[in-house]
């Protein structure tokens, strides 16, 4: 099993930052191979934000936040980081964590392919 908490959510008037944290515990090594954030504003579905694969260095993020959303992770604190610059009040949403054992490109933004997710941590930014 792995266990995910997230911190580092907030609210934040737009143009500002927020640096959201997972830290993993349980099976960190063994459990997964990569690290995805996603996130769900009301209504809407669960969106993909950005992925970390560690084993193979492949780090990118979804459009949406291309030039503004930065993933990054701490091997030795079993954590990874997602640095958010230049928010907008569509980035309003809840954000998860989530870890799977994933092998194929086009698995790392669906949603339905991770294992563990953490419990969300809300991002408000307001206009």
């Known amino acids: 099993q792995v266990q995910l908490v997230e911190s580092g959510g907030g609210w934040v008037q737009a143009g500002g930052s927020l640096r959201l944290s997972c830290a993993a515990s349980?099976?960190?090594?063994?459990?997964?191979?990569?690290m995805g954030w996603f996130r769900q504003a009301p209504g809407k579905e669960r969106e993909f934000v950005a992925v970390?694969?560690?084993?193979?260095?492949?780090?990118y993020v979804a459009d949406s936040v291309k030039g503004r959303f930065t993933i990054s992770r701490d091997n030795a604190k079993n954590t990874v980081y997602l640095q958010m610059n230049s928010l907008k009040p569509e980035d309003t949403a809840v954000y998860y964590c989530?870890?799977?054992?994933?092998?194929?490109?086009?698995?790392?933004?669906?949603?339905?392919?991770?294992?563990?997710w953490g419990q969300g941590t809300q991002v408000t930014v307001s206009s």
């Open positions: 989530a870890a799977g054992t994933l092998f194929y490109l086009s698995d790392y933004e669906r949603a339905p392919k991770y294992d563990y």
């Open positions: 970390d694969r560690w084993s193979s260095a492949i780090t």
């Open positions: 349980g099976r960190t090594f063994s459990g997964y191979n990569v």
